[in-house]
């Protein structure tokens, strides 16, 4: 009798595998500076965002004059 695992089987078994390992290694500490990160990132992007639309608007209304 012959027992082969399908590709897909074998793929998912490995990256949850990896996955499982990893999460064990990373500490509280860690992921509070990733969401502290990411959430300063978001803002930052915000802001950049809003002032060059609000300078595209200014050039634009200098050019119509």
Same mark, same amino acid.
């Given at each position: @009798?012959?027992?082969?695992? +399908?590709? +897909?089987? &074998?793929?998912?078994? $490995?990256?949850?595998?990896?996955? &499982?390992? %990893? =999460?064990?290694?990373?500490?509280?500490?860690?992921? =509070?500076?990733? =969401? $502290? &990160? %990411?959430? &300063?990132? %978001? =803002?930052?992007?915000?802001? %950049?965002?809003? @002032? @060059?639309?609000?300078?595209?608007?200014?050039?634009?209304?200098?050019?119509?004059?």
């Amino acid at each position: @009798m012959s027992f082969q695992a +399908s590709h +897909s089987n &074998l793929s998912i078994g $490995v990256w949850g595998g990896t996955f &499982l390992s %990893a =999460i064990t290694h990373i500490g509280t500490e860690d992921i =509070i500076t990733t =969401i $502290v &990160l %990411a959430t &300063l990132g %978001a =803002i930052v992007s915000f802001i %950049a965002s809003f @002032m @060059m639309k609000y300078f595209v608007k200014t050039i634009k209304r200098q050019r119509k004059k």
